[in-house]
């Protein structure tokens, strides 16, 4: 058996791979034989870790959302002013360069799928529920402050955040000539500025 080291390496390779391969193919289209070439592994070494296509996929996107937090440990961790963190937020989460914009594919996946699959709802509750608490964090520090003078539930501010955010992602990834990332950085950083006149809508 490999050593615990190896295998939690190979096992994130796999993850990695899986994620991908959903980015570029799709969800319903994702096969097991493809994650293992893009791996570098055999079909069987995959099963060895996971059984099951649906405990592949499922820890494909615990992986995914793990390692989107990971990223922006240092936003969340950072001594900069709340408004600062939400502009950095906004920054870090522009669908550009081809590992956000993976992770935003894999994201719009998921969604998709949920829409019809229980099990893939209470995953995007799960996920969804952390990332909303953690930028509510974000506008609690701001409230608290004075920096951000709108008033109301943070989850509720992190909420319209988090929707525009995704909403317009979606936009930019579909192509749109309207919604362009730039035009998504200049709507986003807006809705923060505004926050400290409350002056939000």
Known sequence: MPRPSVEAERKAQILASTCK????EGFRHLRVSDVAKDAGVSGGTVHY?????RELTDAAFEHCFEVSVARRRWILE??????????MVVESYLPEGAETVEAWKVW????VEAIRNPELQELNER?????????????RDGQASGDIHLSGDPLELANMMVSMLDGLALQV????RAMTVDAMRTTCLRFVD??????VG
Do not use: C, H, M
Request: hydrophobic share 45%; glycine share 4%; charged share 20%.
């Open 49 to 53: 870790y996971f059984e099951t296509k």
């Open 21 to 24: 391969v959903i980015a570029a």
């Open 194 to 199: 505004q926050l400290s006149t409350a002056n």
């Open 108 to 111: 719009a996946e998921l969604w």
């Open 173 to 176: 990834l579909a192509g749109s």
């Open 78 to 87: 950072s001594d900069e002013p709340p408004l600062s963190r939400l502009r």
């Open 127 to 139: 996920f969804y529920g952390e990332w909303r608490d953690i930028v509510a964090s974000i506008f």
